[in-house]
């Protein structure tokens, strides 16, 4: 089956510093990937789409220059968490689009802001 | 946003017993699906239903589609330990854009 992978798994950083998590398709091209955030107890909340070789379409109220996606290609697609504060402690969890109705999601990184 | 609500919010249930998880949506869809996660993990696809479907089965597990009341259902038969998890519910809504609307999900202890 379809696998998506997300690097780093978890991560600690300190405020203000930026942190970048990779989310792959392993053995799949996705033109279409997906960034949810997901704060402990809660469910997921789509923070962007991102679309091979264009710009993401952000969620509103997700401030696209705190959290910047590139999706440079078929495999990859990066989110940079810029600037980062305790409030931005969450877990972050990509999908890749197979076709219309399919996603299949990344095992999730973690990031802690201290 | 989120558009769908499910309840239980938590469900606590002993080994053996089923366990049945609802979710209410807002607007058209054309599929529902329901994922299972594993603490701190990632989401496991457990079963898509499109909006023409009424009933599906896989496995223990059975869904439900009422599109005139807006709602699904989640039931597991037999409950295992091994089923204790988040379970939530997602539509595609009615647009083409792949986004997946997420439920609030309800978390499902099984007691061996």
């Known amino acids: 089956g379809a696998v998506v992978s997300q690097h780093p798994s978890w991560v600690i950083c300190k405020s203000g510093t930026s942190v970048k998590i990779e989310c792959r398709s392993l053995?799949?091209?996705?033109?279409?990937m997906f960034w949810y955030r997901q704060f402990p107890k809660q469910s997921l909340m789509l923070m962007a789409t991102?679309?091979?070789?264009?710009?993401?379409?952000?969620e509103q109220g997700v401030e696209k220059d705190k959290f910047l996606i590139n999706h440079a290609s078929l495999t990859l697609s990066t989110l940079t968490v810029t600037s980062a504060h305790p409030e931005d402690s969450s877990f972050y969890i990509c999908?890749?689009?197979?076709?219309?109705?399919?996603?299949?999601f990344g095992p999730g990184t973690r990031l802690t802001v201290t | 946003s989120q558009q769908g609500e499910e309840d239980p919010q938590a469900l606590s249930i002993q080994e053996g017993e089923n366990a049945t998880m609802n979710c209410s949506y807002k607007t058209s869809i054309n599929n529902l699906q329901w994922y299972r996660q594993n603490s701190g993990r990632g989401l496991v696809h457990l079963i898509l239903?499109?909006?023409?479907?009424r009933e599906k089965h896989s496995g223990r597990l059975r869904v439900t589609l009422d599109t005139s009341k807006k709602s699904s259902s989640l039931l597991i038969t037999a409950s295992r330990a091994a089923d204790t998890a988040s379970y939530f519910c997602?539509?595609?809504?009615?647009?083409?854009?792949?986004?997946?609307?997420f439920g609030q999900g309800t978390t499902l202890q099984v007691k061996p």
């Open positions: 053995d799949f091209q996705a033109t279409t």
């Open positions: 997602a539509t595609h809504g009615s647009s083409n854009t792949g986004k997946l609307i």
């Open positions: 239903i499109r909006s023409n479907e």
């Open positions: 991102s679309n091979e070789g264009s710009k993401a379409t952000y």
């Open positions: 999908s890749a689009r197979v076709d219309y109705s399919e996603q299949y």
